[in-house]
């Protein structure tokens, strides 16, 4: 822990360089009306925090700038932790109260959101497949041995798949087995049935069974959770260099490295990964900042926001757990 005269600069270095984008020189830090010592102290202070690795100085200034370590400190032991802004609320809340229809659209929207909050690229990634909701089922026959089931998702896809059928199998097993699925599944999640109430009747029974394996199949395409991302046109903002662009663009394609990145700061119980604690290189001139959202108080998905170590972690951090709680009650409501 850094003593409080310390601890006042370093807050002042990394707030004066989040606004400005520049290193910051004793001159600045001393106008802190907080910071009531001499020019001189504060420069062997900063000099102090240079050595202590909270610090750096380019050797094109006269100033300093944060370090990995020093943003660390002040996301952990400065207080960064904030409520987001009225004007920002009330903009959280209009869009989740006028906000209806199919998953995917709303986890769109919900990166735009959030990108537009925190002038972040910023990334949602779906549900689970086994929180999705079933709206209707249904099995149609179209042929001596063949039906077709279909079924209505939260998510607003409407899942169709060919079902062999016994040839003995009557219109009537038909109907009383659509009956049956839609009976079982309708209002309920997917992962909730890893089996359906027989009926008593051996080929209905067959038939529900191989209906369940095909809906609860992995790797079916139409319920994959998605990672949506917002906002990428703001990494041009924030990097100057063509090659970090790329290479975070580039990184943002692959789905499964950014559910991994967003999964591996979580896992490590804490909501900010800054720089060169990213496990991926290309990632470290950046921070992430991630909140997981809860279904029916079940972890379902997470958001989070990329950007620049030199990003506002207040604002950042605010907006991320509003737009996380508020994503989560919409989809709990349905």
Known sequence: MLDARKTAILRKVVTEHIETGQPVGSAHVVRDPSIEVSPATVRADMSALERE?????????????????GYRYFVDHLGVAAALDRVREER??????????ELERLLKDTSQLLSDLTAQTAVVVG????????RAASL??????VALLV?????????????DIAEE??????????AALSAQLTGDTLGSHHELRPVGAP????????????????????????????GTARMAEQFSAVDTVRALLSILEQSFVVVSLLSDVLSLGQSVAIGTENREASLAECSLVV???EVDDEVVGTIGVLGPTRMNYPQALAAVAVVSQHLGNQLSRG
Do not use: M, W
């Open 127 to 134: 549900p689970s497949p086994e929180i999705l909701v079933v």
């Open 53 to 69: 690795g909270y610090l750096s100085h380019p050797h094109t200034s006269a100033g300093r700038v944060p370090t990995d370590l």
């Open 92 to 101: 959280v809340e209009e869009f989740f109260g006028r906000t209806h229809g």
């Open 169 to 178: 199998s009557s219109d009537a097993d038909i109907a009383d087995a659509s």
């Open 203 to 230: 080929l209905i029974d067959e038939l529900l069974a191989r209906c369940l394996l095909l809906l609860t199949e992995p790797a079916l395409p139409a319920l994959e959770g998605g990672v949506y991302v917002g």
């Open 151 to 163: 079924v209505v998702l939260s998510n607003g896809v409407v899942d169709k798949h060919v079902v």
């Open 291 to 293: 909140a997981p959202y």
């Open 140 to 145: 149609i026959r179209l042929a001596p041995r």
